[in-house]
């Protein structure tokens, strides 16, 4: 999957608990989506960020989540107080420049299992 | 919003069939992106390919930015072809990716 590196690959939390989900852009990309697929639907995007701004959190919950780009280290997806409705897969991925017309490259997603 | 639609929504191929794979959309795009994603929940990137027509070993796509479509080309399909493949397009002043719903192929043995 080309470089887009996400962890954990399996994160299992009670409900209450946070939850955090890292993910590492391909080398020399700048610019990172986060996308989530709930069980029996399609991938829908939630967050746009570039490096210590977020662009568009038009498709991310108002409450609970919130996202994070640093100028060092990994992008972070971090849930608060989970519920059952939390379990989904999350994918994210990352582009090399801010052009609408460039191509968006996967990680293998992070699965979110709610006890 | 954009719309895409994917047809059909499922399809089911003995070994060493061919298939095609089609992707409508409602406006103009900027990108479009095909996406194999397999059993184990992987999402694999197909092809890139906003216009034209690409291929890379026994798949091939090509995209009508002016009639609206998208199609992939399966060819002596495999089992390991099996898994939903998804169309997604960005369009407009938008950076995120809208999805279609899916095709589920089922490559039996």
């Known amino acids: 999957n080309a470089g887009v590196m996400q962890n954990p690959r399996h994160l299992v939390r009670r409900r209450g608990q946070e939850a955090r989900l890292r993910c590492s852009p391909m080398k020399g990309h700048s610019h990172v989506y986060w996308y989530r697929q709930l069980p029996e639907e399609g991938l829908k995007f939630m967050v746009y960020?570039?490096?210590?701004?977020?662009?568009?959190e038009s498709g991310m919950p108002k409450e609970r989540f919130s996202a994070e780009f640093p100028k060092e280290g990994p992008s972070i997806l971090r849930i608060q107080q989970v519920v059952r409705g939390d379990s989904a897969a999350y994918f994210c991925?990352?582009?090399?420049?801010?052009?609408?017309?460039?191509?968006?490259?996967f990680g293998d997603g992070t699965r979110l299992s709610i006890l | 919003g954009i719309q895409v639609e994917q047809s059909p929504p499922d399809l089911i191929l003995q070994e060493g069939a061919n298939s095609t794979l089609r992707c409508n959309f409602s406006d103009s795009v900027n990108n479009l992106q095909w996406f194999h994603q397999n059993p184990w929940g992987q999402l694999i990137n197909l092809f890139y390919?906003?216009?034209g027509t690409k291929q890379n070993g026994r798949l091939s796509a090509t995209t009508v930015a002016t009639e609206r479509y998208s199609l992939l080309y399966i060819s002596s399909s495999q089992t390991t072809d099996s898994g939903v493949y998804f169309c997604?397009?960005?369009?407009?002043?938008?950076?995120?990716?809208?999805f279609g719903k899916g095709t589920l192929l089922t490559v039996n043995p």
């Open positions: 997604a397009v960005v369009w407009g002043s938008n950076y995120k990716l809208t």
């Open positions: 390919i906003p216009s």
């Open positions: 991925a990352s582009s090399q420049t801010d052009y609408s017309n460039q191509p968006q490259h």
């Open positions: 960020l570039q490096k210590e701004n977020i662009i568009d």
